[in-house]
Nanobody
Framework: QVQLVESGGGLVQAGGSLRLSCAAS????????MGWFRQAPGKEREFVAA????????YYADSVKGRFTISRDTAKNTVTLQMNSLKPEDTAIYYC?????????????????WGQGTQVTVSS
């Protein structure tokens, strides 16, 4: 099993930056594709970014491509989402997730483990 804990959310003005971190427990962190999803009030959970087990392939939603960067540090069991040029529509709860079998999946149903979420609010 994997336990995930997110940190780094907060309030930022449009155009600003935030860095989200996800700390994973367990010895098999490198066996999992890691992803970030978000959910805004009244909306479905949506894919944001994912990174494969070895960290050499990344995947992004079109809405964040060029603004967000996902990375992982296997030695520290962490995955990070650097968010730049934030927009009010990026406001949501952001969730870290882990998936053992579907490399690069953008489907939240493919992810087995989830963090508790961290709030990101972007003011206009």
């Amino acid at each position: 099993q994997v336990q995930l804990v997110e940190s780094g959310g907060g309030l930022v003005q449009a155009g600003g930056s935030l860095r989200l971190s996800c700390a994973a427990s367990g010895r098999t962190f490198s066996s999992y594709t890691m992803g970030w999803f978000r959910q805004a009030p009244g909306k479905e959970r949506e894919f944001v970014a994912a990174i494969n087990r070895s960290g050499d392939r990344t995947y992004y939603a079109d809405s964040v491509k060029g603004r967000f960067t996902i990375s992982r540090d296997t030695a520290k069991n962490t995955v990070t989402l650097q968010m730049n040029s934030l927009k009010p529509e990026d406001t949501a709860i952001y969730y870290c997730a882990a998936n053992r079998y579907y490399t690069g999946s953008t489907e939240f149903r493919d992810y087995n483990y989830w963090g508790q979420g961290t709030q990101v609010t972007v003011s206009s």
